[in-house]
């Protein structure tokens, strides 16, 4: 490509501040690498005057939601309580430029924006993985993926902080060639360059320093299996090992029992749901595999030391 790409950066508020500088910073360091303008950028918002990101800092930008032209990409960058602000003037917006031919894309928590837009059905995405538990519930037919970036829909996505980095090397190299986003790279000290296919988090192995690979695979299938949680058994059974080995791996390596890594699983996901959604407590009950509201609001309070209601009333 040798003309300048121009993008619009659509900041919601309470956006992420590193996901953002991740995006612009390996614009700029392309355009310094080239000693021309490969990018340009604008910042736009919904008020057309300031964006304030989670930590407090406020931004100003160039305009509000103003038609952009056919050679623009705009790209949503969003962070904290994004739910909030997916307001129907901003998917409107939204919806109009996709009728326009506007390349669309986002960062961080952007697909929920996106999704809620009706752009992703039956498509890939990424998003923060602190948002996938509300996401997987909100948006079923949305293909939802652990992975730091999808670049190849029409849509990219990418699940924010260091991800943003990933995406916007691999665009660079897309339009300018791989030599150019090695330098970028090399000005951010950036040496650990991830492609598309690379997970948000490390593996269930490493995050528990496994040296078991049964147990690692138990605890894949206690998270695929949540909504209709698995007895040790046949979990046992599908490892192709007995009851009371699956007992003893655990105790050794994780220092708990089966039964009770699984509940702690699922009261997890379940405070997810609670304070990142508006699902009723009993659809959350349900989705986390608990028969009943009165058993889950037990060991919920056991837990947590408090109930799903007053977890609840607390954010509100």
């Given at each position: 490509?040798s003309?300048?790409?121009?993008?619009?950066?659509?900041?919601v508020?309470?956006?992420t501040?590193l996901a953002f500088?991740?995006?612009?910073e390996s614009?700029?360091i392309?355009?310094?690498m080239?000693d021309?303008?490969?990018?340009?950028?604008?910042l736009a918002s919904?008020?057309?005057?300031a964006a304030?990101c989670?930590n407090?800092?406020?931004?100003?930008v160039?305009h509000g939601l103003?038609?952009?032209g056919?050679?623009d990409?705009?790209?949503?960058?969003?962070?904290i309580?994004?739910q909030n602000?997916?307001?129907?003037?901003l998917l409107?917006?939204?919806?109009?430029?996709r009728?326009?031919?506007?390349?669309?894309?986002?960062?961080?928590?952007g697909?929920y924006?996106?999704a809620?837009a009706g752009?992703?059905?039956?498509r890939?995405?990424?998003?923060?993985?602190?948002y996938?538990d509300?996401?997987?519930e909100?948006?079923?037919s949305?293909?939802?993926i652990?992975?730091?970036f999808?670049?190849?829909?029409k849509?990219?996505?990418?699940s924010?902080?260091?991800a943003v980095a990933?995406l916007?090397?691999?665009?660079i190299?897309?339009?300018?060639?791989?030599d150019?986003?090695?330098?970028?790279?090399d000005q951010m000290?950036y040496n650990?360059?991830r492609?598309?296919?690379?997970t948000q988090k490390?593996s269930?192995?490493?995050?528990y320093?496994l040296?078991?690979s049964r147990?690692?695979?138990?605890i894949?299938l206690?998270?695929?299996?949540i909504e209709?949680?698995l007895?040790s058994a046949e979990?046992?059974?599908?490892l192709?090992?007995?009851?009371r080995?699956l007992?003893?791996?655990?105790?050794?390596?994780?220092?708990t029992?089966p039964?009770?890594?699984?509940?702690?699983?699922?009261?997890?996901?379940?405070?997810?749901l609670i304070?990142?959604s508006?699902?009723?407590?009993?659809?959350?009950?349900?989705a986390?595999?608990?028969?009943s509201?009165?058993?889950?609001?037990?060991?919920?309070?056991?837990?947590?030391?408090n109930t799903?209601?007053?977890q609840r009333s607390i954010l509100?």
């Amino acid at each position: 490509m040798s003309q300048t790409t121009n993008f619009v950066f659509l900041l919601v508020e309470d956006f992420t501040h590193l996901a953002f500088s991740n995006a612009v910073e390996s614009l700029r360091i392309a355009n310094l690498m080239a000693d021309r303008d490969l990018y340009r950028w604008r910042l736009a918002s919904v008020d057309g005057r300031a964006a304030k990101c989670s930590n407090g800092a406020v931004t100003l930008v160039d305009h509000g939601l103003a038609p952009l032209g056919r050679a623009d990409r705009l790209m949503i960058v969003s962070g904290i309580n994004v739910q909030n602000h997916a307001t129907p003037e901003l998917l409107c917006y939204l919806r109009g430029e996709r009728a326009h031919g506007t390349q669309i894309g986002a960062i961080c928590s952007g697909a929920y924006v996106l999704a809620e837009a009706g752009f992703l059905d039956d498509r890939r995405a990424a998003v923060h993985w602190e948002y996938h538990d509300i996401f997987a519930e909100r948006f079923p037919s949305v293909n939802l993926i652990k992975s730091v970036f999808v670049a190849d829909e029409k849509f990219v996505t990418a699940s924010g902080g260091a991800a943003v980095a990933d995406l916007m090397l691999h665009m660079i190299a897309r339009d300018h060639g791989r030599d150019l986003a090695a330098a970028v790279a090399d000005q951010m000290v950036y040496n650990a360059v991830r492609d598309g296919s690379a997970t948000q988090k490390v593996s269930i192995r490493s995050r528990y320093g496994l040296r078991n690979s049964r147990v690692g695979e138990a605890i894949r299938l206690m998270e695929e299996h949540i909504e209709s949680p698995l007895s040790s058994a046949e979990l046992a059974r599908r490892l192709g090992i007995s009851a009371r080995q699956l007992e003893r791996m655990f105790e050794r390596y994780l220092n708990t029992t089966p039964k009770r890594y699984i509940m702690e699983l699922r009261l997890h996901r379940a405070r997810n749901l609670i304070v990142q959604s508006d699902q009723a407590l009993t659809d959350i009950a349900m989705a986390c595999g608990f028969v009943s509201t009165s058993h889950f609001s037990k060991v919920y309070r056991d837990h947590f030391g408090n109930t799903p209601g007053s977890q609840r009333s607390i954010l509100n």
